[in-house]
């Protein structure tokens, strides 16, 4: 997929972040229900991407909600470590100096880096930042 394939999805309103996989893992967690006191487990994929931010590199860890019937064993984690990947967010926030978000419904898409397919022409260039709107130059971009 390239960048101006995801505009129409960007203009329907859906948060799209672009940015670098740099490393995911499979990890479980669970609570306790007040109601009935059964312990209750989840297993979710955590993806740890960066992406420009405003003078540097910003950290930002996606969680993916599995559904209760998959096992760990069953999870494959099929991104490549320093491509690029349009992710569909649900919701995020800033902690500590971090992005948390919680992926959305669609998986992650690799971003086509052609020439000419609406990537940059720029060898080294960053990808755009999709998820706020920019408006200083950042240290990679010509003017």
Not at 51 to 69: A, C, Q, S, T
Not at 74 to 86: M, R, T
Request: with cysteine; net charge neutral.
């Amino acid at each position: 997929m390239t960048l101006a394939e995801l505009m129409p999805y960007v203009g329907a309103g859906h948060i799209i972040l672009v940015a670098e996989f740099r490393g995911g893992k499979v990890e479980s967690s669970g609570y306790v229900d007040k109601e009935t006191g059964n312990a209750i487990k989840t297993l979710q994929i955590v993806y740890a991407v960066e992406r420009p931010g405003p003078g540097m590199i910003e950290k930002v860890f996606l969680r993916r909600y599995l559904p209760p019937d998959v096992t760990a064993e069953q999870v494959e984690i099929k991104l490549v470590k320093g491509c690029h990947y349009a992710f569909a967010l649900e919701k995020f926030e800033t902690k500590r100096g971090s992005i948390f978000a919680r992926l959305g419904p669609w998986e992650p898409v690799m971003i086509d880096k052609e020439e000419g397919a609406g990537a940059p022409a720029q060898a080294g260039a960053r990808l755009p930042n999709l998820v706020y709107n920019q408006t200083t130059p950042q240290p990679n971009e010509q003017k």
